[in-house]
Structures are given as C-alpha cells and as structure tokens.
C-alpha cells in the first residue's frame, strides 16, 4: 500500500513562505496523480492543488499564482511551494494520491491513500 508522509509545515506571519514536502514510499511518485488538500478547523477538507502523472497541474482559484507544485525524482519527493500567506490558508496539509475520478476536479473523494499530515498556521 501506497505511504505517503508530509513535512514542512510550520508557523509564519501572513506575507511569508513555506515549502511543503511529500514524500512516497515503496512507489515511484511520478507515475501517479498526486494533490495537495488542506482542511481547516469547522471546514471541510479542500483541494489546493493537483499533479497529474503527466505533468500537468491545477490550482484552486485562492491560491493561483501564489502556490506551485515542484518535484525531485531523486528523492521520490512532491513539493508545495507557498508563497504570499495569509491567515486564510492556515490548516492541516495533506498530500494524496488518486485513486479514481477525474484529477482535475481535485476532489479529497477521488483520492485513496492520504498522509498524515502537517500543520500550516499563518499569523497577521
């Protein structure tokens, strides 16, 4: 079964940057649609972003332009790079991998193996 294991995150004051790593184990991540979600407290648990195993990636509209997926083959490691934080994307991380659906739609139903998560808290 596919593990999946986030870090990186951390606290920081609105404006700031962090990076966020995922990293799959006994898989090779590039052969597999891999998305970020995040979940807030009292909310439900939402897509941010998505790397489809072609390469190809999606944004959610509140984080366009300040978000961007990267990736290290070697290390069989995702990244989330976010930039411009503000208090609104404070919340628990997730990476996962897609198990049906359409990848696009960045849907937490269309993803079957999740980690454990990291926590993201920005301050204003």
């Known amino acids: 079964q596919m593990q999946l294991v986030e870090s990186g995150g951390g606290s920081v004051q609105a404006g700031g940057s962090l990076r966020l790593s995922c990293t799959v184990s006994?898989?090779?991540?590039?052969?597999?649609?891999i998305g970020w979600f995040r979940q807030a407290p009292g909310k439900e648990r939402e897509g941010v972003s998505v790397?489809?195993?072609?390469?190809?990636?999606k944004y959610a509209d509140s984080v366009k332009g300040r978000f961007a997926i990267s990736e290290a083959d070697a290390m069989n490691t995702l990244y989330l790079q976010m930039n411009n934080l503000t208090p609104e994307d404070t919340g628990m991380y997730y990476c996962?991998?897609?198990?049906?659906?359409?990848?696009?739609?960045?849907?937490?139903?269309?993803?079957?193996?999740w980690g454990p998560g990291t926590q993201v808290t920005v301050s204003s």
């Open positions: 996962a991998a897609q198990t049906s659906g359409r990848w696009w739609l960045i849907s937490p139903d269309d993803f079957g193996y």
């Open positions: 006994e898989y090779t991540i590039r052969r597999y649609c």
């Open positions: 790397r489809n195993s072609d390469g190809n990636t």
